[in-house]
């Protein structure tokens, strides 16, 4: 597909390179600003009330009580109760903030806190732009999560401890031990790495039948950021956005009955369960595993597997740094079985793309989307199967870079929306196999879209209809939240990661 777009000058993108310099300041968060982290809009708050901020057991309360008065205004400080989470996250009757000890980064708009995934690409903008302090920060800040709230949470705020998020923490480790090669500081935190692992390979993320794993969120019920957070003009919530879709329409892609009870109109328990597990995928929301996704219980996913085939990859490598050849090998192993699997359920050879693959019914789901190129970024793909994905280019390839999926739902993630994260992948990938040009064009178009809505709108933001290469695309999202996020952390990793990979013009 040819170029469509002239590429920007380079004053253009210097005056992009500049606002992202900048806006790593604006996004970034700390001790020092834990009352404008602990503010979260997707919670109900009375402005007279305090902001919660939670601290782990494991931690020394009057000490860092202590260390934040000394930092904090009175003020401010007025303005924060810090306490212990309880034991269970089911005891907890008012939701706040999770305590992290160092500075990170936030997405931006109303994702006010550290978010799993988005962490990867904003780690790779602040490495790109020479941020090293904040970037070895954002590593150090998962592996805390993990050792003092049991994951890499979706985010640290308490209604999130039940789920995580798309697994990227060993790419981000192994980035920060080619800046910094420190193989004490290797050697400690490799624990902590290979207990974040068996989070998802054990049940109930394992489906036995496969060997693959499924997103599952631990959390029952609503999501508590849902009921206040997206709400529409008319009050209404996603959920109640959901019943209205589920009287008027048929749904073929699913057992209905499982997930809304139309007696009662109301949704059921399994229903919030699929909800919380399809928040868990970072793909919020699309119709990949039928309406809303709630159906993503029952299925081992592409995305998921490919990056945990990677994270086997990379103890791999690092057991290997360390020397121990031994466990290197048992984690090569694993990741050989995880390859197998892949190509027996999750890859398509008449479509030519690899799909998700439902576990209760024993067929892949022909839904295009876009993590189709995840096994070409791992290095997955033989090279047949990667010259089969891109020759299935065109399925995705538009104006503006590549949509998401091919289907419009009405969902964010779905056409005719594109992603960052989903450029840098699939622009990876592409190369990674020889598509040197088609990568070099989609990175392009993608940067080209960037900076024109940049110059009409002075910022960067979340998501892009790329079809009309426009920032403008609440009034085309239906369902979940329709915002378009200011910022934005990971649209300004992936803007230096694109244009660091193109030959020098």
């Known amino acids: 597909m040819p170029e469509t777009a002239t590429f920007p000058s380079s004053t253009q993108i210097q005056a992009v390179q500049t606002y992202i310099k900048q806006t790593w300041k604006t996004l970034a968060r700390s001790p020092e600003h834990i009352l404008q982290a602990a ?9 007279s009330a305090q902001w919660l901020v939670y601290i782990s057991p494991q931690e020394d309360k009057a000490k860092i009580q202590h260390s934040l008065e000394q930092m904090l205004g009175s003020d401010e400080w007025r303005r924060i109760e810090l306490r212990v989470l309880p034991a269970e996250a089911e005891q907890i009757q008012e939701h ?20 799993g995934w988005d962490s990867y690409f904003i780690q790779l903008g602040l490495l790109r732009d020479g941020e090293m302090e904040l970037a070895k920060c954002m590593v150090e800040q998962l592996l805390y999560e993990i050792e003092h ?11 999130m401890l039940s789920r995580s998020q798309p ?34 390979s054990v049940p109930p993320h394992l489906n036995p039948a496969t060997g693959l794993s499924r997103f599952f969120a631990l959390g029952n019920g609503p999501a508590p950021e849902v009921l206040v957070g997206e709400r ?9 956005r959901v019943r209205e879709y589920y009287r008027q329409f048929e ?39 039928g309406p809303f996704s709630v159906d993503v219980i029952h299925y081992a996913p592409v995305c998921l597997n490919v990056l945990l085939y990677k994270m086997e990859q990379d103890l791999a490598h690092i057991h290997t740094i360390l020397g121990n050849d031994s466990g290197a090998q048992s984690w090569l192993d694993r ?21 998700d693959y439902n576990f209760q019914t024993g067929v892949r789901r022909p839904y295009e989307f876009a993590t189709t190129f995840y096994p070409l970024w791992a290095g997955i793909a033989s090279q047949q199967q990667a010259d089969r994905v891109a020759q299935n280019l065109e399925l995705f390839e538009v104006e503006g870079g590549l949509l998401t999926s091919t289907k419009v739902s009405g969902n964010q993630w779905d056409a005719p929306f594109g992603w960052a994260p989903l450029h840098l992948i699939a622009v990876q990938g592409l190369q990674r196999y020889g598509y040197t040009q088609a990568a070099h064009r989609i990175a392009r178009k ?55 990979l193109l030959p020098t013009e």
Not at 335 to 355: K, M, N, S, V
């Open 39 to 47: 503010r979260d809009p997707k919670v109900a708050h009375i402005d």
């Open 96 to 115: 706040g903030l999770l305590y992290l000890p160092y500075s990170y980064v936030v997405p931006g708009g109303r994702f006010n806190e550290m978010y």
């Open 149 to 159: 709230y049991g994951m890499v949470l979706n985010a640290n705020r308490t209604y």
């Open 167 to 200: 697994p990227m923490l060993t790419p981000m480790v192994l980035a920060q031990y080619q800046q910094v090669p420190d193989r004490e500081w290797l050697q400690s935190i490799l624990p902590t790495i290979e207990r974040y692992y068996y989070y998802w």
């Open 232 to 240: 529409d003009e008319d009050g209404r919530t996603h959920y109640d």
């Open 251 to 289: 749904v073929p892609d699913y057992d209905l009955s499982l997930y809304y009870d139309r007696e009662q109109d109301c949704l059921t328990d399994l229903f919030y369960k699929g909800d919380r597990s399809m928040r868990e995928s970072g793909f919020d929301i699309s119709n990949r595993f």
């Open 335 to 355: 990741a050989q079985e995880r390859h197998q699997r892949i190509d027996q359920f999750l890859w398509d050879e008449t479509a030519g793309l690899y799909f």
């Open 446 to 500: 993608f940067i080209a879209m960037l900076v024109k809505e940049f110059e009409a709108t002075g910022t960067l933001v979340e998501k892009y209809d790329v079809c009309r290469c426009s920032s403008n695309v609440s009034d085309e999202i239906f369902f979940g939240y329709s915002s378009n996020e200011i910022g934005f952390g990971w649209t300004n990793g992936v803007f230096l990661e694109l244009l660091a």
